[in-house]
T-cell receptor, first 113, second 113 residues
Framework: GEDVEQSLFLSVREGDSSVINCTYT??????LYWYKQEPGAGLQLLTY?????DMKQDQRLTVLLNKKDKHLSLRIADTQTGDSAIYFC?????????????FGKGTKLSVIP | NAGVTQTPKFQVLKTGQSMTLQCAQD?????MSWYRQDPGMGLRLIHY???????DQGEVPNGYNVSRSTTEDFPLRLLSAAPSQTSVYFC????????????FGPGTRLTVT
């Protein structure tokens, strides 16, 4: 079955770049996602990337996809205290009739002022 | 638009009690789903629906029922609550089954004693 792995914690200083990493096991994944969860709130989609892409950039966010190693990363440039949250990686399995996302356990990002 | 709304925000049940968690969306989304979030476990899919009258099981469906009589509403029923169902429950919706962007509700925190 599908599995998504992330490190649980990351701590960075304000103004530095943050890189959150994720590995997945399903080579048939069609879409890979990054979600952000602030304390006491639901998840908010940050960005997603198609599996036929290598990179996607959106303002301060850069997503890199290494399909060979099944590795996905999210880089946040100029990290701010408001970026402190839990970040979830998720994949969508491409199997017929599959309408499910598999989420990682989440990486808690702490930004030190 | 109110987006995805969930009621109640908090609930305490005794073992064996039943209850319904409400979820509604006003975006005319086809796809709706229920997840549970447990510490260190990420999100796990309970049930989902690809349209009114159509529901299917996710990863952890036991102990839960759903129905989708309208596009807007997707209630989750706990038939006989157990302490293992203590969790935070999130409802999500998406315009299509491509799941390009899921909108999450604010969550219901359920405690079963």
């Amino acid at each position: 079955g599908e599995d998504v792995e992330q490190s649980l914690f990351l701590s960075v200083r304000e103004g530095d770049s943050s890189v959150i990493n994720c590995t997945y096991t399903d080579s048939s994944s069609t879409y890979l996602y990054w979600y952000k969860q602030e304390p006491g709130a639901g998840l908010q989609l940050l960005t997603y990337i198609f599996s036929n892409m290598d990179m996607k950039q959106d303002q301060r966010l850069t997503v890199l996809l290494n399909k060979k190693d099944k590795h996905l990363s999210l880089r946040i440039a100029d990290t701010q205290t408001g970026d402190s949250a839990i970040y979830f990686c998720a994949e969508r399995y491409s199997g017929a009739g599959s309408y499910q996302l598999t989420f990682g356990k989440g990486t808690k990002l702490s930004v030190i002022p | 638009n109110a987006g995805v709304t969930q009621t109640p925000k908090f609930q305490v049940l005794k073992t064996g009690q039943s209850m319904t968690l409400q979820c509604a969306q006003d975006m005319n989304h086809e796809y709706m789903s229920w997840y549970r979030q447990d510490p260190g476990m990420g999100l796990r899919l309970i049930h989902y629906s690809v349209g009114a009258g159509i529901t299917d099981q996710g990863e952890v469906p036991n102990g839960y029922n759903v129905s989708r009589s309208t596009t807007e509403d997707f209630p989750l029923r706990l038939l006989s609550a157990a302490p293992s169902q203590t969790s935070v429950y999130f409802c999500a919706s998406s315009y299509g089954t491509g799941l390009y962007e899921q909108y999450f509700g604010p969550g219901t925190r359920l405690t079963v004693t």
